[in-house]
């Protein structure tokens, strides 16, 4: 599949030996509702995935847990075979249970048995990027992820995975990690008004490192402030845009994953993270976390 020469928002990063545009495409909410079982418009959602290679992003972001398997599912229908541009980015740690929750799954069992579905459902031979998921559906939790890491290193080491990441992370879990192995990403929650990461971003762009936040627009419950809506309202744009124009403003080692089940609302993200913030601006919006 061909890619546009459509210039993105922020530019590319690279993580390890991949290079994305730095605004992506999370495919979460491709998922029906409550991220499970399939799509009210499966054909609605092959074209958001088809849309999104054609304008140029090079960074898709999924789980086999949403749905679970309808998203990586959908991804290998609208684009296999894959651009050697695109890169898909995956997590494991996590599964689905019947009533809709995300119990943990990091036992070695768990974490191999979660590659080996990411590569069937995907259909590929080695995945780009994994992203181990540590604590719950609550947030992060402290405790060793040593064995589970060993393992997705070991399967690494197999060649049935390209490069490693963390997601739901503390500081002291990433810095067991980097006692272990290389990883090229830290996924975790971080927007406008939750900057409890703010030193972790800095961090680790001195690093290198890629910081993808996920809910970067405040996820089921949007991101609302008086701030950001005078902001917007000076630009004339969206409050929404702001809060992704701000991301790619602040530092240059995040990459942005906004996700959604629509064409028309994929390009409106585009273009809104695209906004020329000022240093007033800036002032402004920082206070909000703050």
């Known amino acids: 599949m ?11 990063w690279t993580m390890g030996d991949l290079t994305v545009t730095r605004f992506g495409y999370g495919a979460m909410q491709l998922a029906g509702p409550g991220v499970m079982g399939p799509p009210a418009d499966h054909d609605g959602a092959l074209a ?8 140029g992003i090079t960074h898709i972001d999924t789980a086999d847990a949403y749905g679970p398997h309808v998203t990586n599912r959908l991804i290998r229908e609208a684009l296999h ?12 740690g996590a599964v689905r249970d019947a009533q809709g929750g995300w119990p943990t799954a990091r036992e070695p069992e ?29 947030g992060p939790r402290p405790g060793s992820l040593a064995k589970a890491y060993e393992t997705l290193v070991d399967l690494q080491g197999q060649g049935l995975i390209r490069h ?3 997601s739901n992370a503390t500081a002291d879990q990433i810095a067991e ?3 272990i192995a290389p990883f090229v ?8 008004a939750h900057r409890q990461d703010d030193d972790l971003v800095d961090r680790l762009a001195g690093q290198g490192i890629a910081y993808v936040p996920f809910f970067p627009l405040g996820g089921f419950s949007p991101l609302q402030s008086s701030a950001l809506s005078a902001v917007a309202a000076r630009l004339g744009t969206r409050p929404m845009s702001v809060a992704l124009a ?32 000022s240093e007033e601006d800036v002032a402004e919006l920082d206070v909000i976390g703050r």
């Open 246 to 277: 701000w991301l790619l403003h602040r530092s240059p080692n995040i990459l942005l994953i906004p996700g959604t089940s629509s064409v028309a609302h994929l390009r409106e993200n585009i273009t809104g993270a695209g906004v020329t913030l």
């Open 48 to 55: 958001v995935l088809r849309e999104a290679v054609r304008l």
């Open 164 to 166: 490693l990441g963390l």
């Open 177 to 179: 990690a980097q006692a």
């Open 185 to 192: 990403c830290v996924q975790n929650l971080y927007n406008l």
């Open 110 to 138: 768990d974490l191999r048995r979660a590659v080996h579905s990411n590569l069937e459902n995907l259909g590929v031979e080695r995945l780009d990027l994994v992203n181990l998921r540590l604590g719950d559906a609550g």
């Open 2 to 12: 061909t890619t546009s020469t459509t210039s993105l928002p922020g530019g590319t």
């Open 81 to 92: 075979p894959y651009s050697d541009a695109l890169h898909i980015v995956t997590k494991v």
